[in-house]
């Protein structure tokens, strides 16, 4: 009986050693605080028609990707160290370093992007959490517009050769019909219309 009591106060020294070293080890931590920013990219992006308006319509309600590429690509984008050294541009006494170490990035059940910035002072991790966020909407809206902006000048281009081909084209069709002493059709159906007047 003696040694069940025995153990018993072992257990109970154990313990008690436990909490104390539990209590003074919290005590000589440092509080850390966590902001939490959420996104999402929409699984259909809005269309544009001018011939159709039924395009132009929203079909269904914007929800979160589920692809996982693109979920990786996106997360890709967060841990880049451009977009870190932007960030830590915008932060004062926070640099690259500290925020690779103190910034997580993760999917939560629904889809959406979390950022996770960590810091002793509560403003601080605010201000990284919103900036993160607000710089990967603007590096994502920057590549979006210019590769539009590409496909526009792209587009034009080929308008402008298309335009030149087409007055080339006229042009020697004008030669060729001056050569043979022929009219054109416009000129025929103006002397024709002339006439019956």
């Known amino acids: 009986m003696s040694l069940i009591y025995e153990r018993m106060y072992v257990v109970a ?81 926070r640099n690259s370093e500290w925020l690779e170490k103190n910034v997580k990035f993760d999917l939560d059940t629904f889809n959406f992007i979390v950022i996770s910035a960590y810091d002793p002072e509560p403003r601080v991790a605010r201000e990284v959490a919103e900036t993160y966020l607000r710089e990967f909407s603007s590096s994502l809206d920057t590549t979006t517009k210019q590769r539009v902006a590409e496909n526009v000048s792209t587009l034009v281009a080929a308008i402008d050769r298309s335009t030149e081909f087409v007055a080339t084209l006229e042009s020697d069709r004008q030669a060729f019909l001056e050569t043979n002493g022929s009219i054109d059709f416009s000129t025929e159906i103006a002397q024709y219309h002339a006439r019956v007047t």
């Open 13 to 93: 020294v154990v313990t008690a050693v436990a909490v104390v070293a539990a209590f003074i080890a919290t005590g000589m931590m440092s509080e850390t605080y966590r902001s939490q920013a959420r996104c999402y990219l929409p699984t259909q992006s809005d269309t544009l028609s001018l011939s159709d308006e039924s395009g132009n319509l929203p079909t269904a309600p914007k929800l979160p990707t589920a692809n996982t590429e693109t979920q990786t690509a996106l997360l890709g984008v967060l841990n880049s160290a451009e977009l870190r050294t932007t960030v830590a541009s915008q932060i004062d006494g």
